[in-house]
């Protein structure tokens, strides 16, 4: 069905800040001819996007400007027709995500986001997996800094090990860059809904098989002496995403264990970062310190070139198994912005044009496009290393 549509990829939220530099990175990486176009709800700031793009690309000024504004199904159901591919960077998701990903999957459209809402990642599942499966859809969220050095990472890392038997890995994250105005609000938003994301996850249990092999592990806060560093347990949908892509893939083994911790080279900063997450955790669960929070720092704001140019990340894994220890490592720029808009495009230039194994429903990244989407993002600059 996919190969009569007249659009590879479209791409909806471009007017915000990381869809204007996903727009960017397509505008400069995408290969000749690639067919595609931007959607929205506001025809004039679409226009000033596709001004912006033809700044780097004088071709780029016959890129088609679509109408698609998620209180419009039908506008939605129009955009996902004439896709291979649709890319969103529209959230919080939990708030304006599910129009899409159900246009997307009634039409088996492939579908990219970079939510890290666990809750909306579980919702879609319930509501919108079985069609997507019919159709041949592939819904592949959480393609940004959630989740992707993580899964990928991990994936990277089991390979290298090549156990036979059971297997554990830890995934360790240290970074220096600002979130965005996006991430957030979603992060402020899932906190504030602690009851419902418990209530979404049960009923995907309920609905998903699942292979009892593969499990994301809750750690406790200690001291690395592999690495070196003081770990402090992340609830991030990171985990998540992993072990489900544990437990599609073969190649994780028989039983397969895996853990998410932020890394910092003293005690003090850990206790800093826990009290923090604490604070802002509390705060969400107060409406009028989460207002004023959310009023403070807003969507669709971002950081000038600058300062995401000084910005990195790291993700080091310690892998065990077969009486082995390997230890990777995933490493890029800017993580909330630069690299995030790359992962996101190169996972939709993926599933438009790669040869990926033949999956549908909600996949994950390592399940859907795996060793094809490692090779573009280290290709586009993102270090996967063995470390000695």
Known sequence: MADSRDL????????????????EYLAEHAPAGLRWALAGRNPEKLERVRDRLVRIDPALAD??????????????????????????????????????????????????????????????????????ERTGARIVHACGFDSIPHDLG??????????????????????SGMFSGGT?????????????????????????????????????????????????????IDPLVVARSGAAIASYGPDFRYSHYAGTKTLRYAAGGAAGVASIALAA??????????????QGDGPDASRREKSWFTVDFVGEGDGRTIHTRVSGGDPGYGETSKMLAESALSLAFDDNPRTAGQ??????????????LQAAGITFQVVD
């Open 184 to 236: 957030f609000h979603s992060a402020m938003t899932a906190m504030s809904r602690a009851r419902q994301m418990k209530q979404a996850s049960a009923e995907r249990r309920r609905a998903e098989p699942r292979a009892g092999r593969s499990k994301a592990v809750a750690g406790r806060p200690h001291r690395d002496s592999a690495l070196g560093l003081w770990l402090l347990p992340m609830p991030t």
């Open 363 to 376: 996949v994950t990244t390592a399940q859907a496009m795996g060793d094809n989407l490692l090779a573009r």
């Open 154 to 175: 991990a994936m990277f890392t089991v390979q290298q090990l090549g156990a036979q038997g059971p297997v554990t890995v830890r995934g360790v994250v240290r970074a």
């Open 285 to 298: 669960q107060v409406k009028p310190l989460r207002n004023l929070l959310l009023g403070r720092i807003k």
């Open 63 to 132: 890129v088609e400007l679509l109408h698609a504004d998620v209180a419009d199904p039908a506008s939605l159901a129009a955009v996902a027709a004439r896709a291979k591919v649709v890319i969103t960077t529209v959230g919080p998701y939990l708030t304006f995500g599910e129009p899409l990903v159900a246009a997307c999957a009634e039409a088996g459209t492939d579908y990219v986001d970079l939510t890290g809402e666990p809750e909306f990642v579980d919702r879609m599942y319930v509501a919108h997996h079985a069609t997507a």
């Open 8 to 23: 590879d990829i479209v791409l909806f939220g471009a007017t915000g800040f990381t869809g204007g530099l996903t727009a």
